[in-house]
């Protein structure tokens, strides 16, 4: 009888084990930073169409779908830092864009980087950096490359600021002169920054 007891517990534990889901949201940067996502969230992740972006030309980001339960939509899409979706890692747009989407993370490290939605609005363009106090709101276009620094910010991602970043390694800022890279040259820029983040491990 201990025997057929024990074993009926063991088997509750072990199905209470599995049946518990494996946290996949960010709840804020800190969460990112020790890639530990600390919540549960039942939802699906969809990429935009052609047919479904914020303007011609713009980025074919991700948004959430099937929030289960359907009162948590706003919670998911408004205020969590990232979600985790495989061995992806999506940040929440709305924060530092004011517009709804989820945009892959494409290099982790010291700067970790991705490419966005341009933020639209003063307040969030000041914060990102596209404009400096006491500049007029800019019209943006289609896709901004973004840095998110150590203390959790996110910048737009320029030369200008690139070379900032990596003051101290002489090697990269020549590399960025010679390049003569502008704005546009994103994934030139992306290489840069992961170049950097290897003399930081």
């Not at 930073?33 to 969230?41: G, R, T, V, W």
């Not at 939509?73 to 747009?93: P, Q, R």
């Not at 980087?113 to 969030?124: L, Q």
């Not at 970043?165 to 020549?174: A, G, M, P, V, W």
Request: hydrophobic share 35%; charged share 25%.
């Amino acid at each position: 009888m201990k025997k057929i007891t024990f074993m009926i517990l063991m088997t509750l534990i072990v199905i209470k084990s599995y049946g518990q889901e494996r946290a996949n949201v960010f709840m804020n940067f800190s969460d990112f930073k020790s890639n530990a996502p600390s919540k549960y969230f039942d939802f699906q992740i969809k990429q935009r169409t052609q047919g479904n972006v914020f303007m011609t030309g713009g980025i074919t980001n991700h948004i959430i779908k099937k929030v289960n339960p359907s009162t948590e939509t706003d919670n998911l899409t408004k205020n969590v830092w990232g979600v985790l979706v495989g061995d992806s890692i999506y940040i929440n747009s709305y924060p530092y864009s004011k517009l709804l989407g989820f945009n892959k993370i494409i290099g982790i490290g010291f700067y970790s980087y991705f490419i966005g939605e341009p933020a639209r609005f003063k307040e969030e363009q000041l914060k990102v950096g596209i404009i400096k106090e006491g500049e007029p709101q800019k019209e943006v276009c289609c896709r901004t490359s973004y840095v998110i620094l150590p203390d959790g910010s996110i910048k737009w991602l320029n030369p200008k600021l690139l070379k900032t970043l990596i003051s101290d390694n002489l090697e990269l800022i020549k590399e960025i002169e010679l390049k003569k890279l502008t704005p546009d040259n994103v994934y030139e820029m992306f290489d840069i920054l992961n170049k950097y983040n290897q003399t930081k491990k």
